[in-house]
C-alpha cells in the first residue's frame, strides 16, 4: 500500500476531531464546528472505514450512536449536536433543516454494519432507519418518487439549489441500496427502482417518460450532465460536482450521458487553477437573476461571493467523491491526479486542511482543520492504493 505525508496527516487530523461523541468538524476552537454534524461525521466515518484504523472506526460507531440517541420523535436527524458535559445542544437545521441529515445517518449506519460485519448494528437501528424512511416518503409530498426538499436544505445551505435537488435524491437512493442490502426487500428495490427511473427522466436529455414539469423541461437544454435542481418555478442548470459525481458513482442514468459527464467534467476539472472541481458551476454574478436569491441566503455573514464558497469555490470534501467517481468508470489515472491535486490544496499552510478554495485566485477560504477535507484524501487514497470500495 502506497503510504505518504499527505495520508498521515489527513489521519492525524481525523484523530484530533475524535471525541467521545463522535467526529467534530474540525479541530479549530470554532463553536459551530466543536459539535458533531451528520453529514460531517458520516464522511469522516466512510473515512475511518477505508482506513481501516481501529479507534477511528470505534469513533465512528460513537458518531452514529450520538446521532440515533437525538433523532427527533418525527423522525429527522440531528443536523448536528454539541455536548458539554451533561448538557446536549441539539440542531435539526438553521434556516431549514436538513434532509441530508437524514440519508447520510442511513448511509452511515449500513457502511459500518457492511465493513465491521457487524449485522446486528443495522437491527439495532431499524426502528431509527425506518423512521427516517418513513419521512422521506411524507417528503415526496405528490408521492411521485422524488423528495421535495426546502432552500437550504442540504449541504449547500447558502446556495440557490431548491426543489427536487438532484443531490438529494441520489443520497436516497444509496441509503436505500445499502440498507436493502441486508433486508433484500421487494418493496424497497421496486422503490429503488421508481425513484432512479424519476431521476432519469427529469434530470437526463434520453431516458423519455413523463416529466414532472414538462413546460420547464422544455425550455433548458439539458446536455452533458445532470442539472443541479429544479421546482414549480423550473430548473437551476447549475453544473453540481458533488451529485454529478454520485450518479456516476451510483451509475444512474444512460451510459452515453454518463460519459458526456465524465467528459465535461475532465475539461472543466483541467480549465481550473487547482485542477479540481468548483462545487457548482457556473458561478453567479451580481448581474445574475439568482443573485438576490443567494445574497439573502445566509444567517449570519454573506460568503458566496463568485469563486468561493457553493459559489464556484472549489472543496476537498466534493472532489474526494469525485475521484471515487472517476474510479468507478475506470479513470484510474485520472483519479490519481485528483488526489495529487487535493494533497496539494489540503497541504497549504503547513496542513491545514481548509474547508475550501477561491477557484480563481486559489486563496483559501472557510474553516481551517476541516474533518471531511482530511477525510477527502483518505477516501480516495485507499481507494486507489488499498482497493476500498463502498457497498454500493
Known amino acids: 500500500m502506497k503510504d505518504d505525508i499527505n495520508y498521515r496527516k489527513a489521519i492525524e487530523l481525523l484523530q484530533k476531531v475524535s471525541s467521545p461523541e463522535g467526529f467534530l468538524a474540525s479541530a479549530n476552537n470554532i463553536s459551530n464546528y466543536k459539535r458533531v454534524w451528520a453529514r460531517d461525521g458520516v464522511i469522516c466515518g466512510l473515512a475511518a472505514l477505508a482506513s481501516g484504523d481501529k479507534q477511528l472506526i470505534e469513533t465512528f460507531r460513537v458518531t452514529l450512536k450520538t446521532l440515533a440517541d437525538n433523532q427527533h420523535i418525527n423522525g429527522t436527524i440531528p443536523s448536528n449536536v ?4 451533561k448538557e446536549v ?6 434556516l431549514a433543516g436538513r434532509v441530508d441529515a437524514v440519508t447520510w445517518f442511513i448511509v452511515g449506519v449500513c457502511q459500518y454494519a457492511y465493513y465491521t460485519n457487524d449485522l446486528a448494528f443495522v437491527a439495532k437501528y431499524n426502528v431509527h432507519i425506518e423512521k427516517c424512511f418513513a419521512l422521506l416518503e411524507a417528503w415526496e409530498f405528490n408521492n411521485k418518487g422524488l423528495l421535495y426538499v426546502p432552500l437550504s436544505g442540504n449541504w449547500a ?10 443531490y438529494d435524491q441520489l443520497l436516497r437512493v444509496w441509503a436505500l441500496k445499502s440498507y436493502n442490502y441486508f433486508l433484500e426487500d421487494k418493496s424497497i428495490a421496486t422503490k429503488i427502482e421508481t425513484i432512479i427511473e424519476q431521476i432519469e427522466i427529469n434530470f437526463t436529455s434520453d431516458a423519455g417518460g413523463d416529466k414532472y414539469h414538462q413546460r420547464a423541461y422544455n425550455e433548458i437544454e439539458i446536455r452533458d450532465f445532470m442539472p443541479c435542481s429544479f421546482s414549480p418555478a423550473g430548473y437551476k442548470i447549475q453544473f453540481d460536482a458533488f451529485a454529478n459525481s454520485l450518479s456516476l458513482f451510483l451509475n444512474i442514468g444512460s451510459d452515453d450521458f454518463q460519459d458526456e459527464i465524465v467528459k465535461y467534467s475532465l475539461n472543466l476539472k483541467n480549465e481550473m487553477k487547482l485542477k479540481l472541481l468548483p462545487a457548482f458551476w457556473p458561478p453567479i454574478f451580481e448581474t445574475d437573476l439568482d443573485w438576490n436569491l443567494l445574497k439573502n441566503n445566509c444567517k449570519y455573514e454573506f460568503r458566496n461571493f463568485p469563486f468561493e464558497f457553493h459559489n464556484g469555490g472549489s472543496w476537498s470534501m466534493v472532489n474526494g467523491f469525485y475521484g471515487l467517481a472517476l ?7 485520472e483519479a490519481s491526479e485528483i488526489l495529487d491535486a487535493l494533497n496539494f490544496v489540503n497541504a497549504v499552510a503547513d496542513f491545514s ?3 475550501n478554495f477561491n477557484s480563481n485566485t486559489t486563496e ?6 476541516c474533518a471531511w477535507s482530511a477525510a477527502a484524501a483518505v477516501l480516495l487514497h485507499q481507494s486507489l492504493y488499498n482497493n476500498f470500495k463502498f457497498l454500493v
Not at 454539541?82 to 458535559?85: A, E, I, R, S, W
Not at 483559501?364 to 482543520?369: E, I, K, L, T
Open 364 to 369: 483559501p477560504n472557510g474553516v481551517a482543520f
Open 157 to 166: 445551505d447558502e446556495y440557490i439549489t431548491d426543489g427536487y435537488v438532484l
Open 89 to 94: 445542544e441539539v440542531s435539526y437545521g438553521g
Open 327 to 333: 474510479l468507478s468508470k475506470g479513470k484510474i489515472t
Open 82 to 85: 454539541m455536548t458539554n458535559g
Open 353 to 355: 486542511f481548509y474547508e
